[in-house]
């Protein structure tokens, strides 16, 4: 039986500039903050990463080759503009020569704007925590779409606001590695209304656009159905999936994630006058990422020390994962996803959905030239039928982007975990399509499982 998905359903797959493109001082590139970030850390860098840079018509010969007709791709700021403010031509010559190919190879561009990689020079400006931050990236937005605007309708402010604020300065795990919850909050803030300015930057240069933000959910499962565990998930769910939806959506900051957060005293002063209504501009899309779900319990000292990953979150904690893991240790419960969409369909009210990424980390077996990869074959297998499941009941799913199309760096974690599905050899940059890159393609040509 097929599992067949609805005409005009988008296949495609996802990258992030810092992640492949290498060449971090190539063409007066300015540094941004994971470079500096690895640097510090002497954690293994972007550079050359999948030296995509130079290699950029190969990789976009294999979406050709597999028949992938979609492309989500970021453009770096730090190439773009090096100090955030002053274009570079030759950084955004790249991008002009990389839609280009795309195209004449029949792959229809999406274009992501901020996927972590902040100008160093505007971290030294105090990062996202300084609100100035947000028309500087509206006119970063604006610069980019003049020059693409022609050949590119697909339009995503920011990716997963989420990490750059709360990893990137909340615990400090992502660049630029600071450990401040009050700064976090407000970084998470000036983020959503970076997405806002960008957003009305976008429409008011004219042209057909389709404007959409990238945000990763995390469902709350817990192991007690009592009123202790509820508030858990609860306090879990708001911070973590409704700190950046439901502005967005026009409602505001829930009041009990306010009252949640009130302890740090940095959130609501940080939201001027006319700033919520900056950030619910219209969507025509959501982008929406999913990998995992978390497991939320309560503590009874509400003081307590938590591994909860989020900033502020008293009283609570985070269990670990279980059952059947990837190889970065996350839980693998496609049934999570099918409920996440259904939730996201109406707490929404109907706003179209995009997959833009989906996948997991897992170890390659690479014999005589081939790459077998069965489990992650077997992960994407489930995951496409979640999201049929959730079509099938109603869920308004307009496409899928397999993260990754490449082996690539990830992030802290550095050159250690493989999402791709194409084989990188790093010391070579040899390309080998695996058996998931195989399995996706059959995906597309059939337009269902």
Partial sequence: MTLGFPDGFRWGTATAAYQIEGSTTA?????????????RSGLATGDPACDHYRRYRED???????????????????RIMPDGRTVEPRGLAFYDRLVDALLENGVTPMVTLYHWDLPEALQAEGGWPNRELADLFADYALTVHKVLSDRVQQWTTINEPFCAAFIGYGNGDHAPGIQDEGAALVAGHNLLLAHGKAAQAL?????EQEVSIVLNFAPVLTDVDDAAHREAARKFDFLHNRFFLDPLLGRGYPPELLADLAHLGTLEPA?????????????????????APARAMPLEDPEADSNCPLPGLRGMDVQPPRGELTSLGWEQRPECF???LLWLQEHCDGLPLVIAENGAAFEDEVVEGRVHDEKRVRYFADHLAAVHAAIERGADVRGYMAWSLLDNFEWAMGYTQRFGLVHVDFETQ????????LFYADVVARNGL
């Fill in 27 to 39: 063409d007066g590139r300015g540094p941004s903050i994971w470079d500096t970030f690895t640097a």
């Fill in 338 to 340: 099918t409920e996440l």
């Fill in 203 to 207: 429409r008011s240069d004219g042209g």
């Fill in 271 to 291: 939201i001027a006058d006319g700033d919520l209504e900056i950030i619910a501009q219209p969507l025509d899309v959501l982008g929406v990422n999913y990998y």
């Fill in 60 to 78: 976009i010969g294999l979406l050709s080759e597999l028949g992938i007709p979609y492309y989500r791709f970021s453009v770096a700021w730090s």
């Fill in 430 to 437: 040899e390309r080998v399509l695996k058996d998931s890159a």
